[in-house]
């Protein structure tokens, strides 16, 4: 079974650009779940997505944060105009089951961010 | 919502027993408690769940006390390859969501 799929691993960009992040949940799974975690810290969730809907996402700076998650599938974080302190991971989850915060999550690699 | 503490970092030595443990004062009746793992430039992953006494599998055990207000993360014989950093997180059931504290770095030496 193929895992949850991410891309880039890495992107170096400058304050105010702004940056896409791509996630390719594992085939079936309905939850889909975007985290940032800063160096030293744990995952914070950004938003939560049930198929294609929002269940969550109040912890996203919906200012300068936005992601969709098309037909249920793939989904895309975007931040425009990124700041110093969006330096992070952001990590892509997903789980099989809906609204069941007790299913395990399957996390991809991540990607991590650099603001200059 | 109930907030996980940790301790920041351990050591121990191949071959040792380790065990982490984990403080929530405010779990609520519903709670669950689950442990993740992650490796330097990995995402977590699960180690193992449980909602009161003790649950054991390949991996762990986890043992929770009575009255539950915290848990022990138990992991036998380790070996270098479990240095990483160990997540207790609290499930809560009412709210959809899982609490992710700061995290146990491991060190296990030779």
């Known amino acids: 079974e193929a895992g949850v799929a991410q891309s880039p691993r890495y992107k170096i960009i400058e304050k105010r650009q702004s940056v896409a992040f791509w996630c390719n949940p594992i085939?079936?799974?309905?939850?889909l779940y975007w985290y940032q975690q800063i160096l030293g810290q744990g995952p914070k969730l950004l938003i939560q997505?049930?198929?294609?809907?929002?269940?969550?996402d109040s912890q996203l700076p919906k200012d300068r944060f936005s992601a969709e998650r098309l037909k249920g599938v793939d989904s895309t974080l975007k931040i425009q105009p990124a700041k110093l302190e969006d330096s992070a991971v952001y990590l892509c989850?997903?789980?099989?089951?809906?609204?069941?915060?007790?299913?395990?999550?399957?996390f991809g690699p991540g990607t991590r961010l650099t603001v200059l | 919502l109930a907030k996980t503490t940790q301790p920041i970092s351990m050591d121990s030595y191949e071959g040792q027993e380790v065990n982490i443990t984990c403080s929530h004062n405010?779990?609520?009746?519903?709670?669950?408690i689950t442990w993740y793992q992650q490796f330097p430039s990995q995402g977590p992953r699960f180690i193992i769940q449980?909602?009161?006494?003790?649950v054991t599998n390949e991996v762990a055990s986890l043992f929770i006390p009575a009255d539950r207000k915290s848990s022990t993360l138990s992991l036998p014989r380790v070996s270098l390859s479990d240095t990483a950093v160990y997540y207790c997180?609290?499930?809560?059931?009412?709210?959809?969501?899982?609490?992710w504290g700061a995290g146990t770095k491991l060190i296990i030496k030779p």
């Open positions: 989850a997903s789980s099989s089951r809906g609204l069941d915060i007790l299913d395990e999550q399957f």
């Open positions: 085939s079936g799974h309905a939850t």
């Open positions: 997505f049930q198929n294609n809907g929002v269940v969550d």
């Open positions: 405010n779990i609520a009746t519903n709670d669950y």
């Open positions: 449980g909602y009161k006494t003790k």
């Open positions: 997180l609290v499930g809560e059931v009412s709210n959809y969501q899982l609490i």
